[in-house]
Nanobody, 126 residues
Framework: QSLLVESGGDLVQPGGSLRLSCSASGITFRDHAIGWFRQAPGKEREGIACVSSSGNSMQYADAMKGRFAISRDNANRKVFLQMNSLKPEDTAIYYC???????????????????WGQGTQVTVSS
């Protein structure tokens, strides 16, 4: 069974940092580009970042550049999202997702991803 599981979500104060993890099983992990998305209450799910299967190429949504960093560890079948200088508006459920191909494109769209995790809650509040 193909499965993605996110972890690392937490309650954090404004200005703080978090690192989210996405663990994969049941897929040939090194063949898939992986993305991170988020969905805030009452809003549509939006793309954050994507990393190619090799980990050598990353794409970021314009609004996410500078505070978020995506990386992957193919040996351990994990993808990470480092989030810094967090703001209350970053509060959302964060999802990882896998593409059926190895590369990312500039636009990080939900429709380009085939396998989704269940999400992890990030709350930024004092």
């Amino acid at each position: 069974q193909s499965l993605l599981v996110e972890s690392g979500g937490d309650l954090v104060q404004p200005g703080g940092s978090l690192r989210l993890s996405c663990s994969a099983s049941g897929i040939t992990f090194r063949d898939h580009a992986i993305g991170w998305f988020r969905q805030a209450p009452g809003k549509e799910r939006e793309g954050i970042a994507c990393v190619s299967s090799s980990g050598n190429s990353m794409q970021y949504a314009d609004a996410m550049k500078g505070r978020f960093a995506i990386s992957r560890d193919n040996a351990n079948r994990k993808v990470f999202l480092q989030m810094n200088s967090l703001k209350p508006e970053d509060t959302a459920i964060y999802y990882c997702a896998a593409r059926s191909i190895s590369y990312c494109v500039t636009a990080i769209k939900m429709s380009d991803f085939d396998l989704w995790g269940q999400g992890t809650q990030v709350t930024v509040s004092s």
